[in-house]
T-cell receptor
Framework: DAGVIQSPRHEVTEMGQEVTLRCKPISGHDYLFWYRQTMMRGLELLIYFNNNVPIDDSGMPEDRFSAKMPNASFSTLKIQPSEPRDSAVYFC?????????????FGQGTRLTVV | GDSVTQMEGPVTLSEEAFLTINCTYTATGYPSLFWYVQYPGEGLQLLLKATKADDKGSNKGFEATYRKETTSFHLEKGSVQVSDSAVYFCALSESGGNEKLTFGTGTRLTIIP
């Protein structure tokens, strides 16, 4: 398996523009997570899905952020409108609920810069 | 709520030195504990894990023991290499089917030849 695939790897956009980050989880995995990493706040869980259903979105910073998982092999994280403080590395991860506390596999991340 | 506190970085060591990165946790249940490693420009990878008290996780010469009495999961390696330079994250996941990981802030480790 190719692992968790995120696109794009890098995104530079102007303040106010819409940004869409994409993630393809490992085939067969039933959990999908979106994390944000910054120097100031470290790794923050934004939202996670189980079987395509959002379970906990309490980490989503504000209404400008939204996430969808239309099917088991694809998820998006959208920021509209984007702001400079959204600049960060965004990671997608997936895992399989076969036993308790299984390993999460991370993608390589999308580095977002909002200017 | 759950939380993980780990040793502030950055940490710089010479090759072949002994490494300890401290990690303590707060959890309401009986969590599983993890160490993840992030190499430059990459995502996080699982380094080792322990699912119950007194378990020892080990991988690539790294070890960590789940200490329930001290709520700790310190990462150790007897002789570090330049290739171990990375950021290390301690994390926990509550039992009961909740797959959510709570991470510490990460510790940047640099090994100099």
């Amino acid at each position: 398996d190719a692992g968790v695939i995120q696109s794009p790897r890098h995104e530079v956009t102007e303040m106010g523009q819409e940004v869409t980050l994409r993630c393809k989880p490992i085939s067969g995995h039933d959990y999908l997570f979106w994390y944000r990493q910054t120097m100031m706040r470290g790794l923050e869980l934004l939202i996670y899905f189980n079987n395509n259903v959002p379970i906990d979105d309490s980490g989503m910073p504000e209404d400008r952020f939204s996430a969808k998982m239309p099917n088991a092999s694809f998820s998006t994280l959208k920021i509209q409108p984007s702001e400079p403080r959204d600049s960060a590395v965004y990671f997608c991860a997936s895992s399989l609920m076969g036993q308790l506390n299984t390993e999460a596999f991370f993608g390589q991340g999308t580095r977002l810069t909002v200017v | 709520g759950d939380s993980v506190t780990q040793m502030e970085g950055p940490v710089t060591l010479s090759e072949e030195a002994f490494l300890t990165i401290n990690c303590t946790y707060t959890a309401t249940g009986y969590p599983s504990l993890f160490w993840y490693v992030q190499y430059p420009g990459e995502g996080l990878q699982l380094l080792l894990k322990a699912t119950k008290a007194d378990d020892k996780g080990s991988n690539k010469g790294f070890e960590a023991t789940y200490r329930k009495e001290t709520t700790s999961f310190h990462l150790e390696k007897g002789s570090v290499q330049v290739s171990d330079s990375a950021v290390y994250f301690c994390a926990l996941s509550e039992s009961g089917g909740n797959e959510k990981l709570t991470f510490g802030t990460g510790t940047r480790l640099t090994i100099i030849p």
